[in-house]
């Protein structure tokens, strides 16, 4: 099974599923949440990331992962 971890942006939240744990986590959609989406992100070591695309805020996570050096691509 390949190590994947899904992310669904809203305004208010991220959902985030780790397929190889099958564990749902939900995080606050601001600075704070953000850190610890992409410490488990760094915890987890994805070999994929997948966003779903809807509203426009999957737009921003993309940067802000990139801009703390992680490995997401856009």
């Known amino acids: 099974m390949i190590n994947c971890?899904?992310?669904d942006v809203s305004k208010?939240?991220?959902?985030?599923?780790?397929?190889e744990k099958n564990k749902?986590?939900?995080m606050t959609n601001d600075s704070k949440?953000?850190?610890k989406c992409v410490e488990l992100c760094?915890?987890?070591?994805p070999e994929?990331?997948?966003m779903e695309a809807t509203?426009?805020?999957e737009e921003v996570s993309p940067a802000i992962f990139n801009r703390?050096?992680?490995q997401l691509q856009s």
């Open 68 to 70: 703390r050096d992680s």
């Open 24 to 26: 749902a986590f939900t």
């Open 5 to 7: 971890i899904g992310i």
């Open 33 to 35: 949440g953000t850190d």
């Open 55 to 57: 509203g426009g805020y």
């Open 12 to 19: 208010q939240s991220f959902d985030v599923f780790v397929l």
């Open 42 to 45: 760094h915890q987890i070591r």
């Open 48 to 50: 994929l990331i997948v």
